[in-house]
Every structure is written in structure tokens, then in C-alpha cells.
């Protein structure tokens, strides 16, 4: 329906649900239109259609997110070499081994990802702005021909099979980089030690390597970066504190490495401005608990991500990378994929902090989820924990808490994961709270806790209490018996015996009780003399 139409040049189908044939004795070379826009992005295509193999001035050409299977035909790398410049084949089945350049000489934009391209890593011409490949099975080292893409925005290698060291010049290669992902492979060695100053990085993450050693303090030129995720490497360094001075910084993550030693203070009142997230879990940190983090008040909706925009023909190209973050509750590891601008979270859980959980914490009302579990923190629970009104998930398990559980703690009403096991603490679970919603796991390993939802009730640790008293006798009796001996002393008379008691606020119905049954006995001695 369309080879007819010779002045045809763009056509875009995009996500329809379509079933597109491509019958190649009804398509003739002669009459076939040659296209420079050809959009057929989820279009249930199973095979590369047969007439592209005609076209001779592609420039951006979509095959994205279709049922395509094997291998990428032969002679597909021979066509529109010299004009194309947009290539996205990322969402099928493909399984083949590319070859080692990229043909396509002025390509801006290669999209691989998310099918099973396995062998070497190819190269693309130094015109690439942006490189995909994430979650594929290449293998092999990167090789250091990568770094002639001076003009390269936008690297995600992430969730491969690669391996050996990183080229050192992946830091400093292209002053135009945006996001650096080279997560879950298997590199080793040493971070890229040179950044150039200015840096337009936003975004790196090596995670789940096996990169060792110190990190590069010239990361601190990297002065627009907002998102450094570590975690899951062998790194062996102290805290970077240097790093509170980049001014954007909204989350770094460094769970399960070898950091080690005591965090410094921050040196200014404006370290970490910006700093939303932070993971130091499952590493070596000592010493108290540093007062890193800003309190940040965002209203907004929005997710976290970081935008590569560039031009493409005149055209606008974006794309889109949010934020996420692995974050331990309740000793599972849960993946946000996606964060809302207003969303904060500390995890210095598995460390050796000591000392009591400070104060200022209270005060870092915009947090969601706070772990600072096994640990060796001493103390009392601060009270002022009760601030966190916007809080979900709470866990102080496996330290060496004492004291009661705040009551404080009782507003906070969002709390879908609450844990305080294996502490010390002693006293009454406060009750009719949500912190009655979590079974007995959550407050287990406290041999002094009583009450709801723990096989210890509280009243067996007081005696036997007197029954509550009905509607009608707290309404005409010992309310006004209450109310009385509350702003007057008892007094016996006779021998001398005098008692006095005095109870400047009652709150709780069961000191009620318990006072009453004072009084009571307190008359029963005056009345026997």
C-alpha cells in the first residue's frame, strides 16, 4: 500500500498492533520509496523486513521492541552507509555476534539493548553521542578504541559479561559524557583515576564489579554529578568526605564493599547539600554516627531520573534514565526502580557504628526509610524519632539499645516495616498504635519487652490489675474520686502515720488504675489506724 508512493520519505507506524508482511515478490526495487525516517517500533515484526536491504538514504531507522529472533542478516550491514545516522534494535530476540566496527560511519545514536548479542563489544564510529547496550551477554574487555568517541553522552555497558580492567581514559574521554553505567559485569582493577575538571557527568554506576583499590579524588571535579553508585565492589578506602563538595550529589551508594575507619565531620555547613540517599551498608565504618545529611524539603511528585537530549537530523532525540536504588528491609534487599524527587533514605546498617543514635536524625523529617541496624549502638531510642512522620520503613534491630520504646514513636503512621529485635529494651510495646500491625518478629530478642503482640503480657509483670471500671461507675464515681486525689494530698490521722501522694499527670488508663488501687490501699491503712 505504500511502494507506489515515490515521494513517500517518512513513515512511522510505531506502536500499533499491527501484523506487518512483507511479502518480497510484491515489492519490487524499481518502485520501492527510499525512505530517510522509517518507524516501526512494536509492530510484532519477526524478521527484519526484506526491503530494507533497497534503502539507500536511511537516517533513522527504529526496529525496537518487536519479536525479532537470530541473527541480524548480512546485509543489513550494508545499507544506508554513508547517510544513517539513528539505529535502535534494542527489545527483540537477537542472539547474533556482531561484527567488530560498526559500519554506519556518521551514526549519532546505536541502540543494542535488551536482546542477546554475545562476542566482543563492537565499535562505533567516533561520531556516537549514544552507546546502549545494557543487558545483552557481550564479553571480553573493553577496548580502549571506545575512547575515541570524543562526542559520546551517553555509556550503558551495564549487565554484561565483560571483563578485565577499565580503560583509564573512560573518565576523561569525552568532555560531553552524561551517564557512565557499567554495573553488574565482572571489571576489575581500578577506577578511571582522571576527570577532567568541569565534567558534565551526572550519572555513574559500577556496581556489582570487582573494582579494588581507593577512589579517584578527582571525582570531586565532577561537579554536576548527582548519582554515584559503588556498591557490591572490593573497594578499600575511608569515607570520602571530599565528596560533600560536589553541590548536586543526591545519592551514593557504597553497600558491600571495604570501606573502613571513622567518618569524619563534614568540614562546612554545606557539605552534601543535596543528598538524599545515602547507602553505606555492609562495610567497615566506625565511630559515631556523622551528621552528614541535609534535611531537604521537596514538594514534588516527579521521579528522579537525568535526561541525555541531543539533536539528530534536526530532530530532538531524549533519553531517559531514572533513578534507582537497592535498599535492605527487613533483611531483604528490595529494588526501587524508579524514585520520587521526594524520597530519602539512610542505610548505615552492618557497620560498627557505636555511640547513641544522635538527635539530629529527628530532625530529617523527609525520610522514608532509615536503617542503622547491626550496629553497636548504646542508649535510648530518641523520642524525637517521632518527627519522622513521613516515615516507612524503620529498622534499629541487632544493636544494644536500651529503655523503653518511645511513645513518640506512635505517630508515625506510615510505617509499613518496623524493627527493634535483638536489643535490650524493656517496658510495654506502646499499644493500640500501628506499631500493633507487625508480628512478634519485629520486637523478638528483647527480654524485657511485654505486651501486644508478644506472648508476654505486661499485667504479668504487675500482678493481677483490677477490672477496667464500667462506663457508669468512671462516670459518677471514681472520676470524681480521681479528679479529687489529684489535686489534694491523703492524709491519715491517729498515730501520726501520715502518707501523701501526688500524681501531676495521668494519661494513660492503666496508670488510672494502678493509682486507684493505690488510693484504695492508702484508705483501707487509715481506716485499720
Not at 98 to 103: A, D, M, W
Not at 238 to 267: C, D, Y
Not at 366 to 391: A, C, D, F, M, V
Not at 411 to 422: A, E, I, N, P, Y
Request: proline share 6%; net charge neutral.
Amino acid at each position: 500500500m505504500f511502494q507506489n508512493l515515490q515521494n513517500l520519505y517518512q513513515l512511522q507506524l510505531n506502536r500499533n498492533n499491527l501484523e506487518f508482511v512483507t511479502e518480497s515478490n510484491i515489492i519490487m526495487n524499481a518502485t520501492l520509496p527510499q525512505f530517510s525516517i522509517l518507524g516501526l517500533n512494536g509492530c510484532n515484526l519477526r524478521e527484519f523486513p526484506s526491503f530494507l536491504r533497497y534503502q539507500k538514504i536511511l537516517k533513522r531507522l527504529d526496529l525496537s521492541r518487536n519479536k525479532i529472533h537470530g541473527q541480524v542478516p548480512n546485509w543489513m550491514w550494508n545499507i544506508s552507509k554513508e547517510t544513517l545516522i539513528f539505529l535502535d534494535i534494542s527489545e527483540n530476540f537477537l542472539s547474533d555476534e556482531l561484527p567488530v566496527f560498526i559500519p554506519w560511519v556518521n551514526l549519532l545514536c546505536l541502540r543494542l539493548s535488551l536482546n542477546t548479542f554475545h562476542g566482543r563489544l563492537p565499535i562505533p564510529p567516533p561520531s556516537l553521542r549514544e552507546y546502549g547496550a545494557t543487558n545483552n551477554n557481550f564479553t571480553g574487555e573493553i577496548s580502549p578504541l571506545l575512547c575515541t568517541m570524543s562526542s559520546l553522552m551517553y555509556l550503558d555497558l551495564s549487565k554484561n559479561k565483560l571483563s578485565g580492567m577499565l580503560p583509564q581514559c573512560l573518565g576523561n574521554f569525552s568532555d560531553g559524557l552524561i551517564l557512565l553505567l557499567l554495573g553488574s559485569n565482572s571489571f576489575h582493577g581500578m577506577m578511571p583515576q582522571s576527570y577532567n575538571n568541569g565534567s558534565r557527568l551526572r550519572m555513574i554506576d559500577v556496581s556489582h564489579n570487582q573494582l579494588q583499590g581507593q577512589l579517584p579524588r578527582s571525582l570531586a571535579n565532577c561537579v554536576m554529578l548527582e548519582y554515584l553508585v559503588l556498591s557490591n565492589n572490593q573497594f578499600s578506602d575511608v569515607f570520602p568526605i571530599w565528596l560533600g563538595t560536589l553541590p548536586e550529589l543526591k545519592l551514593l551508594a557504597m553497600r558491600h564493599n571495604r570501606f573502613k575507619g571513622v567518618i569524619g565531620q563534614s568540614r562546612t555547613s554545606v557539605d552534601f547539600p543535596k543528598l538524599r540517599i545515602l547507602d553505606l551498608s555492609y562495610n567497615n565504618f566506625t565511630g559515631e554516627i556523622p551528621p552528614l545529611f541535609p534535611d531537604i524539603i521537596v514538594n514534588k511528585s516527579t521521579y528522579m531520573s537525568i535526561d541525555v537530549v541531543y539533536q539528530v537530523d534536526g530532530f530532538y532525540i531524549v533519553q531517559s534514565v531514572a533513578y534507582s536504588i537497592t535498599l535492605a528491609i527487613k533483611g531483604l534487599d528490595q529494588n526501587y526502580s524508579r524514585i520520587l524527587e521526594g524520597f530519602a533514605a539512610i542505610d548505615i546498617s552492618s557497620n560498627k557504628f557505636e555511640g547513641k543514635i544522635p538527635e539530629f536524625i529527628g530532625n530529617l523529617k523527609e525520610l522514608r526509610s532509615l536503617n542503622i541496624s547491626s550496629n553497636i549502638l548504646t542508649g535510648l531510642i530518641p523520642s524525637s524519632l517521632g518527627n519522622l512522620t513521613k516515615l516507612e520503613s524503620l529498622d534499629l534491630s541487632q544493636n544494644k539499645l536500651s529503655g523503653l520504646i518511645p511513645q513518640q514513636l506512635t505517630k508515625l503512621t506510615f510505617l509499613g516495616s518496623f524493627d527493634v529485635s535483638h536489643n535490650y529494651l524493656t517496658g510495654p510495646i506502646p499499644q493500640g498504635t500501628q506499631l500493633l500491625s507487625f508480628n512478634s518478629t519485629s520486637y523478638e530478642g528483647n527480654a524485657g519487652l511485654c505486651g501486644d503482640p508478644l506472648p508476654t503480657k505486661c499485667g504479668d509483670q504487675l500482678g493481677p490489675q483490677p477490672p477496667p471500671s464500667t462506663e457508669e461507675d468512671g462516670d459518677s464515681g471514681s472520676a470524681q474520686t480521681l479528679e479529687f486525689d489529684l489535686k489534694f494530698c491523703l492524709a491519715g490521722i491517729g498515730s501520726g502515720f501520715v502518707v501523701g501522694v501526688v500524681l501531676a499527670d495521668v494519661a494513660i488508663t492503666r496508670r488510672q488504675e494502678l493509682f486507684l488501687k493505690i488510693v484504695g490501699m492508702v484508705r483501707l491503712m487509715i481506716r485499720k489506724g
